[in-house]
């Protein structure tokens, strides 16, 4: 199983991005469960999880602005970021666990917030 983030690149301060983690089997196989971040110097931290029935889960520095959805169909989970601040540059990374209980990444996506 493999998971695919895409969707990062360069926005202005103030600007919106839509990352997207798609897996490459079904719901059935492994479960999307949210999006972390790691910046230069810094611990990777969670930012949003979601269950697979939809329940939801923010960091505080990213509540109001962001808002992460899935598309069980296309076991897809998308993470909409607005009002993008410096502060959210870093890597993105989906989460998922399979049905062996394995924690899996993907391959990260690089977000920059500069003007």
């Known amino acids: 199983v493999q998971l695919q983030a895409s969707g990062g690149g360069l926005v202005q301060p103030g600007g919106s991005l839509r990352l997207s983690c798609a897996a490459s089997d079904s719901i059935l196989s492994v479960l999307i469960k949210g999006w972390y971040r790691q910046a230069p110097g810094k611990q990777r931290e969670s930012v949003a999880n979601i269950t697979g029935f939809g329940n939801t889960n923010y960091a505080e520095s990213v509540k109001g602005r962001f808002t992460i959805s899935r598309d069980n169909a296309k076991n897809t989970v998308y993470l909409q970021m607005n009002s993008l601040n410096p502060e959210d540059s870093a890597v993105y990374y989906c989460?998922?666990?399979?049905?062996?209980?394995?924690?899996?990444w993907g391959q990260g996506t690089q977000v920059t917030v500069s003007s």
């Open positions: 989460n998922a666990i399979s049905h062996l209980r394995e924690e899996l």
